[in-house]
Structures are given as structure tokens and as C-alpha cells.
């Protein structure tokens, strides 16, 4: 079975952090962005930051300086630290992967995690 695994989300008050990390299935062999997009009640889901092989990243602009994305390219991991949380970051936060390429010899262009809750409020 091929999949993403989000862990670390949860509740906390505003301008606490938390971490994020996503895992990859050991049925992956490859991914070439992986990322972090957030889905608010009633939003639509946006990019919060992604990461290519060589460290390149996008970056949502509500983020910067507060927000940090690191992957580990040879464990198809990613993690994204959120500090100085606002109750505004409250969302699903989903990890996504784009061209997956499989142990069965599939390229997938995009692959989602099912989400993990961060809820900002006091």
C-alpha cells in the first residue's frame, strides 16, 4: 500500500509551536517535492511551504519566519517546526507528495496524506 503518514498535530494556545512530520510508505522509493498544504473550514486547501531534492522551497508568505520545512531525502520524511502560532493557522494540515515513484514501478504525480488537526486558540 503507498502512502503518506502525518503525525504531530494537536492543540495549542497562540504563539506555541509544533512540529510536524510526515512519513512515506516503504512501498516509495522516490519523491521528488513533498510539502505541506492546510485546509481551514470553509477554505479552500492552500500551499503552506514545499521542498524539492535539493532544498529549494515555496513558501506561503503568511508563514515566513515563523514556519520552517526540512525533509530527509533517502527516508522520504518531512517535517515542517510551526512557532508563533495564530488561532488563524487553525487547519487540517496535509502532507503531499508529487512524482512518487513506487517499489511496483508506478510514477504518481501526486499522493496526499489523510491530514492531521492543529487547532490554534486560547
Known amino acids: 500500500q503507498v502512502h503518506l503518514l502525518e503525525s504531530g498535530g494537536g492543540s495549542v494556545q497562540p504563539g506555541g509551536s509544533l512540529r510536524l512530520s510526515c512519513a512515506a510508505s516503504?512501498?516509495?522509493?522516490?519523491?521528488?517535492?513533498m510539502g505541506w498544504y492546510r485546509q481551514a473550514p470553509g477554505r479552500e486547501r492552500e500551499l503552506v511551504a514545499d521542498m524539492d531534492p535539493r532544498g529549494n522551497t515555496n513558501d506561503a508568505d503568511s508563514v515566513k519566519g515563523r514556519f520552517a520545512i526540512a525533509r530527509e531525502n533517502a527516508k522520504n520524511t518531512v517535517m515542517q517546526q510551526m512557532n508563533s502560532l495564530k488561532p488563524e493557522n487553525t487547519a487540517v494540515y496535509y502532507c503531499d507528495g508529487k512524482s512518487v515513484v513506487t517499489r511496483m514501478g508506478d510514477v504518481l504525480t501526486d499522493l496526499w496524506g489523510r491530514g492531521t488537526q492543529v487547532t490554534v486558540s486560547s
Open positions: 516503504e512501498t516509495i522509493v522516490s519523491i521528488y517535492v
